[in-house]
């Protein structure tokens, strides 16, 4: 953090909070502030990662990692100028495991307000069950190495009483309370990650969100949360799928290939070194190339894509549970810029082996259509800018308000899952 910041930045930084999506390839810093309920980013900071500094799959080099979040946060702040102390980070990739998951209570004093107590109770015996169901799955994944899942990021998703929709389950009375709450696990070994840079930064971490869930709770217009819509997120390293359902994340799944398997096959099949290959990749996605050398990039960008389009289709089918799947197919992440990406996609004949009721439409998503957020800075244009956005969105709901006379149910959400995490 840069010592030439004006006194008011200091003063001011209880207002103001940052985002950061430690990327496989890039680190991204949002500083954010809330206004009229809208996260307003003041400043953008961005910082290229090394090869496997934060790859999951392998112990981090948790000493780079921090100096490139140091970059990107001064950047940011100076853009800013301001410099928060409380900090939000995302969480994704393969060792993330991310579910919905339903339950119901008949309440023995039906005229009775619903209370804190009750709400905590049942959302506590709900992340327990999700817990164990997700600690089962993971032992059929033997790359994952035994290790222990914990709860690092929950939120209520959908409340009814008695069979009606509420927005705050603590101002109504009823007999049947019904909750779905939506749970974000990693491993051991991946949260302390998170944690010691958080701590290495010298910084509140006011929370981990799943990157998955800050996208869709971004981008689910009204239009997706009454008729469905699944998200596609194509990252450096991993592709992940978000299904919204009946107004409803219902659940998301990644898997191991993204913009970083695209480049290693135009390297191999043009004899390039992985920088000259990337290059050539990002090239050809603005349009920049032409003649043979575009032909036999596409070629090689083509056959990846199909590879990728034959994933997501697999998950799809895990995801739809035998249920219709939701037609809009929105598409984000650094990679979906590709469009052999888009055009293997569109080209697969979907309604003929999933349960989709039409052919899905697919479309991609770019931050001047998520209203929600608004840029300042004019830096963030791209579909890879969206995740980061999304954690901006999340981040602004944590920015101080007025203290109430007794917790939100948020609240008593966030405290419950403090228990179990430990």
């Known amino acids: 953090m840069t010592p030439s910041q004006p006194a008011t930045a200091r003063r001011q930084q209880r207002f103001h909070v940052t985002a950061l999506d430690i990327g496989t390839q890039v680190i991204k810093a949002l500083v ?23 790859d999951p799959a392998v112990p981090p080099d948790l000493e780079s990692v921090v100096e490139g979040c140091h970059v990107a946060l001064e ?11 409380r900090l939000v980070i995302g969480i994704g990739g393969t060792k993330v495991r991310v579910v919905s998951t339903s339950g119901a209570k008949i309440r023995g004093r039906a005229q009775e307000r619903i209370s804190s107590r009750e709400l905590a109770d049942q959302v506590e015996s709900i992340q327990r069950r999700a817990l164990r169901e997700a600690q089962a799955r993971l032992q059929e994944d033997a790359s994952y190495g035994g290790e222990q899942l914990r709860l690092v990021h929950s939120s209520i998703t959908s409340a009814l009483v ?25 491993s051991e070994a991946h949260l302390a990650a998170i944690e010691e840079i958080a701590q290495a930064l010298d910084l509140e971490l006011l929370g981990t969100v799943a990157e998955p869930y800050a996208v869709a709770r ?24 978000s299904l919204v359902r009946g107004g409803v994340l219902e659940s998301a799944r990644m898997f191991e290939l993204g913009g970083r398997a695209f480049t290693r096959k135009l390297a191999h099949d043009m004899d390039l070194s992985l920088p000259l290959a990337e290059s050539l990749k990002l090239r050809h996605a603005a349009g920049l190339l032409g003649g ?30 035998g249920e219709p799947l939701p037609a809009q197919v929105s598409l984000c992440g650094g990679g979906s810029l590709l469009p052999e990406i888009m055009e293997q996609l569109s080209a697969l004949h979907w309604t003929e ?13 770019s931050p001047e259509g998520l209203p929600s957020v608004h840029d300042t800075t004019g830096l963030l244009t791209s579909p890879a800018d969206v995740t980061p956005m999304g954690l901006a969105y999340q981040a602004a709901a944590e920015i101080e308000a007025p203290p109430p006379p007794s917790p939100t149910w948020e609240e008593m959400v966030q405290r419950v899952t403090s228990l179990i995490r430990r």
């Open 32 to 54: 954010v502030k809330k206004e009229a309920g809208e996260a307003i980013v003041l400043g953008v900071g961005r910082a290229e990662q090394g090869p496997g500094n934060f």
């Open 75 to 85: 950047a940011a702040e100076d853009m800013a100028e301001v410099i928060p102390t």
């Open 162 to 186: 008695d069979g009606q929709p509420v927005l705050d389950p603590l101002r109504y009375q009823g007999q049947k309370l019904e909750l779905t709450v939506f749970d974000t696990f990693t």
């Open 218 to 241: 971004l981008a689910s217009t009204p239009d997706v949360l009454e008729r469905g819509g699944i998200f596609i997120d194509i990252g450096a390293r991993t592709t992940t799928v």
């Open 292 to 321: 043979d050398q575009q032909a036999r990039v596409r070629r090689a960008m083509g056959e990846s894509a199909e590879v990728l389009a034959q994933g997501v289709a697999l998950v799809l089918h895990e995801l739809a549970q």
């Open 353 to 365: 082996y999933l349960p989709f009721l039409q052919q899905p439409r697919f479309l991609r998503l």
